[in-house]
Each structure stands twice: as structure tokens, then as C-alpha cells.
């Protein structure tokens, strides 16, 4: 069987890009993931998330096919009992998004064939896709959408020479330190604990650490700029959207880090953390995170190099060698789309509704 679309990825970002396929008619469509379990979301159930839940329910709204199919299953009873001006743990979008998959399981024979499986090769055809699946299923496609995430900077991405030049030196997992409930047991009192970065996922670990009860005995933070933290405007847009401190960690750090510091934590220009590093028994690294690697892509008989190949971050095609790759498409943490911040400055929108707002944007001008 050929299929219009194929979505790559089950995690938030494919589970968006499924449901506006739908909306707009770009079906049949083929749905490929080795588990079909929400991607990464699944870890995070303890994390703190930045997003008020009001975006989450808008979310839920813009995504027509469910909004159309509320009967099968409510994703918004999720959050009945919070107020939606306030945060929650992201284990309660976990549980939204499965209750998405829930409505697609039901509602889409015909128009939506699930694999489990993973995309192992990509024939672009210009005109069509021909796509192999590690199960050895072969089929073509008109257009491809990559949803495959991405995975977090460790301290080889930093500095590869630490583990040498420090052998007692442990990391601390960036989930397990972003997890009040899990960080604990990766620390003692004894510790001395540095972070690298100091964006939402380093600010959240610093304040887990510090919350702790078995807080370290001295906490590092190395940083290359000032903390920057969100500003809601009385116009409704948000200053420093998506790279400012929100929520229970904007508020911590306003009272924690900005101004007089305890005498535990220090902010440390991050070109000087070669001389703290003999100090620390432990380590975070929050700098940011790597796109997974995509299915070998092949055009006219050559393969692409996985690390040249780019993406247009305003039209979310990828590109080859500054030329696009015919209908394939980058959506979600790992191709996040270049936007005009309240600030005047342009930044890489990252969260679940600009992901949709992206998605919705993209596959409504393929339609028309």
C-alpha cells in the first residue's frame, strides 16, 4: 500500500503531526515508532513543567481531530482539578497524550496504519519516498514528516577529557536531576555538585539539588550569560518565551539566585570551569540537547551524511548540501521553528503549543 504522509515518531511532536494530517485530509497515513508510548514524555512523570495548563488545553484545542472526537475519550479531564493559570508535574501531559492516542486508536481505520517498527532507509524520489522499515516492510510515501526527537548533551559533549582527568567523577542523569522525587538518590551531603548551563533544565536541577535533603555541600553553576527570566506583557505575548524561566523555577530563582546567594551556590562564568572542576564530585550537564539520528536518506543512489544533514527553520524542510530534500519535513524538539520574540530578537520555539502552531502551520499551506 502507498500512502500520502508518513510520520516518523510517536511522541508529542508525531502525535501533533497525526492529528493535523487527519484534519486536513493528507491521509492514508503511515505512523511508525518502536513502541508507540509518547516518546520520552513517559520519563518526565515527576518534572516540573514551565507551561501553564491553559496551554496545554489550547493545545488540545487547535488539534482539530480530536476536538472533533471528544466523545471517544476527554484529554482535558486530565487537568480538571488544577486551575489553569498554574503548572503541573509532565506526567499529567503524558497522561494527556496517551488519551490522544486513545481517540486515533478509535477513531481513524482506514485512514491511519500504525507500525511498530523503526524507518530504517529513505529513498527520496523527489516525487514520492520509498521507505524501508527495519522488519524488512517496504512502501512509498509523497510526504515525510520527522518527528524523532532528540537526546540530551552529556559531558563528552562538553569536555570529553573530564572522565581522565577526573576518574571519581559521577554524572548525574539531566531527567533524574530535573526529578525532585528521584534526585535525592543521587546525592549526599558530602557532594559537591556542578551544573553546566543555566536555562530552565539547569535552574530546575539547581533548585532540586537545593530542596534536597541530602543537599550538596556546595552547588556550581556554570553559566555563559546572566539567568534570564520570562515577562508576561499586559498584551498577552511573553518576553524571552522561549528561553526565560517560568513558573516554580522563575520564582525560585528570583528569590534563590537573584541578589544575595546562599553561601552554597555560586555562578561561575562558564570559561572558568576548568578551575572548580577538581572540587566536584558530581556533575549536570543542562546545555541543551542533540537531535537522534534520522533514517539513512538516500538521493539518486547516494546517501546522506546524518550530521550535514540541516533543516530550513522557517519552512521546516530538511536540507542537503543548502538544498531541500524533497517533501520531508522536520517537527518538534529537534527542528524547532526560528520566531520573532517579544523582545525583537529571534529564537527556536520549544514546548508543545508551539509545536502545534508550527505543525498546523506547515501541513494547512501542503493542503491548500
Known amino acids: 500500500m502507498n500512502f500520502k504522509s508518513t510520520v516518523i515518531g510517536a ?3 508525531g502525535i501533533i503531526t497525526v492529528c493535523q494530517l487527519l484534519k486536513n485530509n493528507m491521509t492514508p497515513i503511515a505512523w511508525v515508532d518502536p513502541q508507540f508510548n509518547c516518546g520520552a514524555l513517559n520519563q518526565f512523570n515527576h ?19 480530536i476536538e472533533d472526537h471528544k466523545e471517544v475519550e476527554d484529554p482535558a479531564e486530565v487537568f480538571k ?6 503548572t503541573c508535574e509532565l506526567g499529567f501531559s503524558y497522561e494527556m497524550f496517551k488519551k490522544v492516542m486513545v481517540i486515533l486508536d478509535q477513531t481513524c481505520k482506514g485512514l491511519l496504519a500504525k507500525m511498530e517498527s523503526v524507518v530504517e532507509k529513505i529513498e527520496n524520489l523527489g516525487h514520492t519516498n520509498k521507505i524501508t522499515l527495519k522488519n524488512n516492510c517496504q512502501f512509498e510515501s509523497e510526504y515525510v514528516f520527522h518527528c524523532t526527537g532528540s537526546k540530551r548533551n552529556t559531558i563528552e559533549t562538553v569536555d570529553a577529557s573530564l572522565y581522565k582527568l577526573y576518574p571519581t567523577l559521577k554524572e548525574i542523569d539531566l531527567y533524574a536531576a530535573m526529578s ?23 535552574i530546575l536541577a539547581a533548585m532540586n539539588l537545593y530542596n534536597s535533603p541530602n543537599r550538596p555541600k556546595h552547588i556550581y553553576i556554570f553559566q555563559r550569560r546572566p539567568i534570564i527570566v520570562a515577562e508576561y506583557l499586559p498584551n498577552g505575548k511573553i518576553m524571552n518565551d522561549s528561553t526565560g524561566l517560568k513558573g516554580r523555577v522563575a520564582e525560585w530563582a528570583k528569590n534563590i539566585l537573584i541578589g544575595e546567594k546562599p553561601k ?8 572558568e570551569y576548568k578551575n572548580y572542576m577538581p572540587l566536584c564530585t558530581k556533575v549536570i550537564v543542562a546545555t541543551g540537547f542533540q537531535r537522534n539520528t534520522l533514517p539513512i536518506i538516500s538521493i539518486n543512489d547516494m546517501e546522506l551524511i546524518d550530521n550535514k544533514i540541516n533543516y530550513d527553520d522557517e519552512n521546516m524542510t530538511l536540507v542537503y548540501g543548502g538544498r531541500e530534500i524533497s517533501n520531508n519535513y522536520g517537527f518538534g524538539i529537534a527542528f524547532p521553528e526560528k520566531v520573532l520574540d517579544a523582545n525583537g530578537s529571534y529564537q527556536h520555539a520549544v514546548g508543545f503549543y508551539k509545536f502545534m502552531l508550527t505543525i498546523t502551520k506547515v501541513i494547512t499551506k501542503l493542503q491548500s
Request: charged share 15%.
Open 11 to 13: 511522541g508529542p511532536a
Open 47 to 65: 518534572i516540573p513543567s514551565n507551561t501553564k495548563i491553559q496551554l496545554f488545553l489550547n493545545t488540545l484545542k487547535r488539534m482539530g481531530w
Open 81 to 86: 482539578n488544577f486551575d489553569p493559570n498554574t
Open 180 to 202: 525532585p522525587e528521584d534526585v535525592h538518590q543521587h546525592i549526599t551531603n558530602e557532594d559537591t555538585v556542578c551544573i553546566f548551563g543555566n536555562s530552565h533544565s539547569g
Open 264 to 271: 552554597c551556590i555560586s555562578e561561575i562564568d562558564s570559561a
